[in-house]
């Protein structure tokens, strides 16, 4: 089939990859515009835009598509389905209906729960035990398009959103081109949604990261491992009588009680019931480091964590 890809992250690289691998005509990537980056702020592109180059795929970047000439741009390409992994900006019905078979979303949680911008992270977050990844047909809708193929798989009670991220990233690529394969046959049948158990998976906000020893060490540790690595869930150490930021990298529940805050041996932080043992800490201006390199570094701790 002729395919325009639509992907940005390092997320959607993989199922590119799969696309070209089973032998489609990827006539087009459409990813978002490099931005400046590092010290230099030298323009950098997505993965995916440096992986189509890699392929040889032309590569377009608009900044929206809500404009005519960007939309017959898109229409000229005559695609039969367009895929779209993570891509970033909003498509409008005239690139929706576009492709001759629609265009096919991979999306990570299981639909209607945790529709929007970060399944992954708010899944683990909330403490689910189960999530997956879907194709589904795109609509208007903010991902309430009917539903192709299903993947479910477990959360670990540890595992962080990196790590299922990357589980997802490979699980996903694989789901895709099975997708495309009966699409393909004209063999994928499309099952819409319920209507009941809708929730949201909106942007992480900054102010979500520090760390509020006083709530339940559940919640404590679904927060620590729901923003790792990314954007890392923290709190202040006085370090030296320095006010120190150390970002919670993972952590696992233990038994421990004391005021909320409070240092115990081990790296150990009492919360509001519970406790957490931080097993993995990135200090500020440092790298990550286990919890036994950190405390050999740090010297004598402070009584509370703030």
């Given amino acids: ?28 990537v459409y990813t978002r515009a490099p931005k400046p ?3 230099g702020q030298a323009e950098r592109k997505s993965p995916v835009h440096e992986a189509a180059e890699g392929f040889g795929i032309p590569v ?10 960007e939309q017959e741009v898109f229409a000229s390409l005559d695609a039969d389905v367009g895929v779209v992994v993570a891509y970033g900006l909003i498509l ?17 949680s299981l639909l209607p729960r945790w529709r ?49 991220h990357d589980r997802m990233m490979l699980v ?10 009966a699409l393909d046959r004209g063999s994928l049948h499309f099952t819409p949604q319920p209507e009941t158990g809708v929730t949201y998976a909106s ?11 006083t709530k339940p060490a559940s919640e404590v540790h679904n927060l620590i491992r729901g923003l790792s690595p990314f954007p ?42 519970g406790a957490v043992r931080l097993t993995m800490v990135q200090r500020e201006g440092k790298g990550a480091m286990d919890a036994a390199t950190f405390l050999r570094g740090a010297g004598a701790l402070p009584e509370q964590a703030l």
């Fill in 1 to 28: 089939m002729k395919i325009i890809f639509m992907g940005t992250p390092e997320f959607a690289v993989p199922t590119l990859t799969e696309i070209v691998s089973t032998g489609h005509e990827v006539v087009a």
């Fill in 37 to 39: 980056a590092g010290r």
């Fill in 60 to 69: 377009f970047t608009p900044r929206s598509l809500k404009q005519a000439p």
């Fill in 92 to 108: 409008p019905k005239p690139i929706l209906e576009a492709p001759r078979l629609g265009c096919l979303n991979l999306h990570g």
């Fill in 116 to 164: 929007g911008a970060a399944p992954i992270q708010r899944a683990v977050m909330a403490g689910d035990a189960r999530t997956g990844i879907m194709v589904m047909q795109m609509d208007e809708g903010l991902d309430t398009g009917a539903v192709g193929l299903i993947e479910e798989m477990p959360i670990g009670p540890d595992m962080t959103s990196g790590e299922l």
């Fill in 172 to 181: 996903g690529a694989d789901l895709m081109g099975r997708a495309l394969a």
């Fill in 203 to 213: 942007k992480i906000d900054k102010a979500e990261a520090r760390i509020d020893w």
């Fill in 232 to 273: 890392g869930a923290w709190f202040e150490l006085s370090l030296n009588d320095t006010p120190t930021r150390i970002k919670a990298l993972r952590s696992t529940l233990v038994a421990g009680q004391g005021t909320p805050g409070s240092i115990l041996p081990e790296l150990t932080i009492a919360c509001g019931t």
